[in-house]
């Protein structure tokens, strides 16, 4: 049974970081890719980075780039998200994916590509 397990959410004040954890268990992800989607009150589940098995990243929208890296350690099954620099809009449920195969870049977006979701962990924003 496939379980992805997120960790290292919680309450920062703007301005302050966070570092995600997904770890899986079950199978490897290693040639696969892992990504992470937030969702806050009120709005659609929203992509913010993926990872391929090849190490290849990719990234949401402006509001994210540059402050989130996404990086995995295939060691322990597990990918992480580094946020900085965190806004009071950054305030979601984060959760934590992992998917089949070798997708191309451009499906790494769309929540359908991905398989296995973990049940998310809360990270709040606010001073």
């Known amino acids: 049974q496939v379980q992805l397990v997120e960790s290292g959410g919680g309450w920062v004040q703007p301005g302050g970081s966070l570092r995600l954890s997904c770890t899986a268990s079950?199978?490897?992800?290693?040639?696969?890719?892992m990504a992470w989607f937030r969702q806050a009150p009120g709005k659609e589940r929203e992509f913010v980075a993926a990872?391929?098995?090849?190490?290849?990243?990719?990234y949401g929208g402006d509001s994210v780039r540059g402050r989130f890296t996404i990086s995995r350690d295939k060691g322990k099954n597990t990918a992480y998200l580094q946020m900085n620099s965190l806004r009071p809009e950054d305030t979601a449920i984060y959760y934590c994916a992992a998917g089949l195969g070798s997708p191309i870049t451009s499906s790494l977006w769309s929540a359908s590509t991905y398989t296995f979701w973990g049940q998310g962990t809360q990270v709040t924003v606010s001073s």
């Open positions: 079950g199978r490897s992800f290693n040639s696969n890719p």
């Open positions: 990872i391929k098995g090849s190490g290849g990243a990719t």
